[in-house]
């Protein structure tokens, strides 16, 4: 399983690097012999992004819960501007 690729062996086999990273997993793409990027399927990249918690329970595990915030909008009329 090939996992590195030189920039330019990576844009020459480009539908080669789409199927082994769909396949085989993440493929590593090099610049002057440093690791550049990574391709990878949209489903590893979901799996990476996904919130480790609900929106729900990262509310409920903030630091912030049972704090009364205060959060009435001020009424006063808007400010005028010249224009």
Known sequence: MRQHWQLQEAKN????????????????VTKRGLEAVVVLSVDTYKKLT???VG??????QSPLKGINLDLERVKDSAREVEL
């Open 13 to 28: 086999h480009f539908s080669e690097v789409v199927e082994k990273a769909l396949n085989d997993g993440p493929q590593v």
């Open 50 to 52: 996904k919130p480790k």
């Open 55 to 60: 929106l729900v329970d990262f509310f409920r």
